[in-house]
T-cell receptor, first 115, second 112 residues
Framework: EAGVVQSPRYKIIEKKQPVAFWCNPI?????LYWYRQNLGQGPELLIR????????DSQLPKDRFSAERLKGVDSTLKIQPAELGDSAVYLC?????????????FGPGTRLTVL | QKEVEQDPGPLSVPEGAIVSLNCTYS??????FMWYRQYSRKGPELLMY????GNKEDGRFTAQVDKSSKYISLFIRDSQPSDSATYLC????????????FGKGTHLIIQP
């Protein structure tokens, strides 16, 4: 069974440029998460989807970040414009449900460097 | 104070040693506790999952939760160089509404 797929794996951009990350969850997983992991820190939740609905986006900086999950499968996270402090690894995770007993499976992440 | 505190290390031990990794948490509502392992340039992968207080064993790994002191532990017996990774503790309060709250992670090095 294929795991969570993310692309690109690495991205280097200059500040003020836009950037987008793509995630394909495990087949059949209805719940999708985007996390941000800063260097030397644990992942922090940005947004959670149940199918195509964003059910928790309280930690998403909405002035520059946006996300979508069309048709309840793939998801895209966008930053526009990027700032130096956005340099981090952006992790996508999925689970079969949104309850505490459903394991979250993580992708390899996209490592963003903003110059 | 962060909700989950974890010493970032690094923690370096010789091969074959017993490793003890620990976290503390502040929110008494937390009921579910997990340990994730993260290799360099990879995403976290679930190692152990426990509910409430008590011990859980899986092969060389034992997870321990003490809710009275808000203390979470992971023990690794007969440690191997392949165990070298960052170990993240994580919790959420349950109820199906939340993403995970992670500690910073402890960087573990097993010396051959």
């Amino acid at each position: 069974e294929a795991g969570v797929v993310q692309s690109p794996r690495y991205k280097i951009i200059e500040k003020k440029q836009p950037v987008a990350f793509w995630c394909n969850p495990i087949s059949g997983h209805n719940t999708l998460y985007w996390y941000r992991q800063n260097l030397g820190q644990g992942p922090e939740l940005l947004i959670r989807y149940e199918n195509e609905e964003a059910v928790d986006d309280s930690q998403l900086p909405k002035d520059r970040f946006s996300a979508e999950r069309l048709k309840g499968v793939d998801s895209t996270l966008k930053i526009q414009p990027a700032e130096l402090g956005d340099s981090a690894v952006y992790l996508c995770a999925s689970s079969s449900g949104g309850t505490s007993t459903d394991t979250q499976y993580f992708g390899p992440g996209t490592r963003l460097t903003v110059l | 104070q962060k909700e989950v505190e974890q010493d970032p290390g690094p923690l370096s031990v010789p091969e074959g040693a017993i490793v003890s990794l620990n976290c503390t948490y502040s929110n008494s509502a937390f009921q579910y506790f997990m340990w994730y392992r993260q290799y360099s340039r990879k995403g976290p992968e679930l190692l152990m999952y426990t509910y409430s207080s008590g011990n859980k064993e899986d092969g060389r790994f034992t997870a321990q939760v003490d809710k009275s002191s808000k203390y979470i532990s992971l023990f690794i017996r007969d440690s191997q160089p392949s165990d070298s990774a960052t170990y993240l503790c994580a919790t959420y309060s349950g109820g199906g509404a939340d993403g995970l709250t992670f500690g910073k992670g402890t960087h573990l090095i097993i010396q051959p």
